[in-house]
């Protein structure tokens, strides 16, 4: 098999979940490893009869667990290979593929694991329809891969470490204490065929921010979940809970914007720029990251003919789409907010130096004079009759008047507005009578 001779050594530990349940009931299984799952998944292959949704989540990407559940849920090969490569666009119509990014928010001091897949680098959002798994009825292919079909997994990795590191020293240079962390999120949703209202979500490290709230809420009887057991109120739910772990990290950004504010009005120093360009650059990294959920979130709702989600799924997903364009435009607010911090630090550094040479520009053109006059007394000319005949009292008195006459010319603005103001106030005094103000007399007014 070309996938398995492609894909076989992208292998990693996983643990596997299979929920199945209803309005009345539910059972959450416990987790399997790569070692137990195909004999699970052959004891498991009928659903109970009570159950209307079945679940299997899959915590981390390795081949032979993808293998197993392609080869028992029938998945597309194109499916396959879009959880291991960019995916591409690919329209059927008995399931629908989602890929999309988890953001969450973690802190320094968790480690930082590196899979050791090739679909380590986050890619873009995909929505795909299916139609029949043997007839694609369109298929797009985006001519911007990463890589070839010969490409290394290991330079992959090597690729992603080399990142990892850059984005280790960009925190320690802006001594955070927490990360945002991005992982891969696929989600599989049959809709027809013996294995309808199943859904499989990949998660490329761990998926325990997104499911454990999910599996409260499933146990839960009066739980929007188990009222309305339905795969796209699931899928919703997924989505919901991977925008919402988009807000912290929003809000965080927001405290260290607002922060730089305060101490950039307080004392501007140039060294901030350096903290301001880092952050801009992770705003704008975010943005490029979740704009595209934004817009899977807005095609899931649209009222498309090839489009399967339910109305009342579409319902809820406004929610969901509401809570990731407030995030969205929260970060393009903060991104400008940064360029105009940016701005700000060199406009107040350009007028103090503009200031500084203000200053150095009336004393040098003050004392060039003094300085001319201390040239010309100092020189042996002989006779000098400035030198013989009078004392040194006339360096003095050049000196002043030298003094006084382009103090008066380089000041003359300022002494016209200071006079023009003590005029005013001169008139202004005159008109209150001394200090007590006259009031004008009352007119009357007849026809």
């Not at 959880?83 to 119509?93: A, E, G, S, V």
């Not at 435009?329 to 350009?350: A, G, H, K, R």
């Not at 200031?355 to 042996?380: D, R, S, Y």
Request: aromatic share 10%; glycine share 4%; charged share 20%.
């Amino acid at each position: 098999m070309k996938l398995e001779r492609k894909y076989s050594n992208v292998q990693c530990p996983c643990n596997v979940v299979i929920t199945d349940y209803c309005s009345t009931s539910h059972m959450i299984r416990p987790a399997h490893t790569n070692a137990t799952l195909s004999d699970c998944v052959l004891k498991l292959r009928r659903r109970p009869t009570w159950a209307k949704v079945r679940w299997i989540n899959v915590n981390g990407i390795s081949w032979d667990v993808v293998k197993c559940l392609a080869e028992e849920y029938e998945i597309h090969p194109l499916v396959v290979e879009d959880i291991f490569h960019i995916p591409q666009l690919d329209y059927y119509n008995d399931a629908l593929f989602i890929s999309l990014v988890l953001h969450t928010l973690k802190d320094t001091s968790e480690p930082h694991k590196v899979p050791n897949a090739a679909s380590a680098m986050p890619s873009p959002i995909k929505i795909s329809h299916y139609q029949d798994h043997h007839k694609p009825l369109t298929r797009h292919r985006s001519s911007q891969r990463l890589g070839s079909e010969d490409e290394d997994i290991q330079a992959e990795v090597a690729k992603l470490w080399r990142r990892r590191n850059t984005n280790q020293r960009i925190r320690e240079m802006r001594n955070e204490k927490s990360y945002v962390s991005l992982q891969q999120v696929y989600l599989h949703m049959i809709t027809q065929g013996p294995h309808a209202d199943t859904i499989i979500t990949f998660f490329q490290n761990s998926g325990e921010p997104v499911t454990t709230p999910l599996y409260n809420r499933i146990r839960q009887s009066y739980s929007l979940l188990r009222t309305l057991p339905d795969i796209y109120m699931l899928m919703q739910a997924v989505l919901d809970t991977i925008v919402d772990h988009a807000i912290p990290i929003a809000d965080r950004y927001r405290s260290d914007v607002q922060e730089m504010e305060g101490k950039i009005l307080i004392n501007a120093k140039m060294k901030y720029t350096t903290d301001l360009h880092l952050l801009n650059g992770e705003l704008t990294l975010l943005k490029r990251t979740l704009a595209p959920i934004q817009s899977l979130v807005n095609t899931l709702r649209s009222h498309n003919v090839l489009n399967p989600i339910s109305p009342r799924a579409r319902t809820y997903l406004g929610d969901v789409y509401d809570h990731i364009t407030t995030t969205v435009e929260d970060l393009e607010i903060m991104s400008s907010i940064t360029d105009n911090l940016v701005n700000l630090v060199f406009n107040i550094t350009s007028y103090e130096t503009n200031e500084h040479m203000k200053t150095l520009a009336i004393v040098t053109v003050i004392f060039l004079p003094m300085t001319w006059l201390t040239g010309v007394f100092g020189m042996n000319f002989h006779p000098f009759w400035l030198l013989e005949n009078n004392t040194d009292a006339l360096f003095w008195y050049l000196c002043l008047g030298c003094l006084i006459v382009l103090t008066s010319i380089f000041c003359y603005p300022y002494i016209l507005n200071y006079a023009g103001v003590l005029h005013r106030k001169w008139k202004q005094w005159q008109g209150y009578g001394g200090g007590v103000m006259k009031r004008s007399p009352r007119r009357s007014w007849t026809r």
